[in-house]
């Protein structure tokens, strides 16, 4: 069975501008959360869809978006990028009933 | 507010020894832990879980004790093995069923051969 995919896995944009991410769950999974991993603030809840709802959300300004499509795959948004945004952006994906969360690699962004 | 705290950012073992990892939380709503472990550039791997209504969970070399009166939890690796070197990050959630994690800051295990 195919893990989390997390596309890009690597990205550079510059402060202003707009990212999106995409990440593609374990097939049967209908739940994707987002995390941010930074170094001083470690791995930090963004927000969590099932079946394409927003049903959780971390403490992000509302730069920080997402959607999730009806095949439960999930995309995430920033926009006007700052210098305070590279991270590493984590994807994980559950059954979505308290099940164990499985993560993808992760996409680096880099923001200068 | 850290609400899940790893107060030891690093920890070294010989190999074969055991290896015990500690976390502490605040949130005495959080009912559902887990421990994750994490190589560079990958994303965390699931090792072991526990839920509040039981104190101890065992799977193979990893166990997760959970005393709810100290809200305190712990992982114990043995025998430890180089491949155990890694970050492992204990989380937390609330209301079984919720799938908002909330991490530790992570403990850097290294397995001295």
């Known amino acids: 069975k195919a893990g989390v995919t997390q596309t890009p896995r690597y990205l550079i944009k510059t402060r202003g501008q707009q990212v999106t991410l995409s990440c593609s769950p374990i097939?049967?999974?209908?739940?994707v959360s987002w995390y941010q991993q930074t170094p001083g603030q470690g791995l930090q809840f963004l927000f969590e869809?099932?079946?394409?709802?927003?049903?959780n959300k971390g403490n992000f300004p509302g730069r920080f978006s997402g959607r999730q499509f009806s095949n439960s795959r999930s995309e995430m948004n920033v926009s006007t990028l700052e210098l305070g945004d590279s991270a590493l952006y984590l994807c994980?994906?559950?059954f979505g009933s308290g099940e164990t969360q499985y993560f993808g690699p992760g996409t680096r962004l880099l923001v200068l | 507010d850290q609400q899940v705290k790893q107060n030891s950012p690093s920890l070294s073992v010989q190999e074969g020894r055991i290896s015990i990892l500690n976390c502490d939380y605040t949130?005495?709503?959080?009912?559902?832990f887990l421990w994750y472990k994490k190589y560079p550039a990958e994303g965390p791997t699931f090792l072991i879980s526990?839920?509040?209504?039981?104190d101890k969970n065992e799977d193979g070399r990893f166990t997760v004790f959970l005393n709810k009166s100290a809200k305190h939890l712990s992982l114990h690796i043995v025998p430890s093995q180089p491949g155990d070197s890694a970050v492992y990050f204990c989380?937390?959630?609330?209301?079984?069923?919720?799938?908002?994690?909330?991490f530790g800051t992570g403990t850097r295990l290294t397995i001295i051969p």
């Open positions: 994980a994906s559950s």
């Open positions: 949130n005495s709503m959080f009912d559902y």
């Open positions: 869809y099932f079946s394409e709802t927003q049903r």
């Open positions: 989380a937390a959630s609330s209301n079984f069923g919720n799938e908002k994690l909330t």
């Open positions: 097939s049967g999974h209908r739940s």
């Open positions: 526990i839920s509040s209504i039981k």
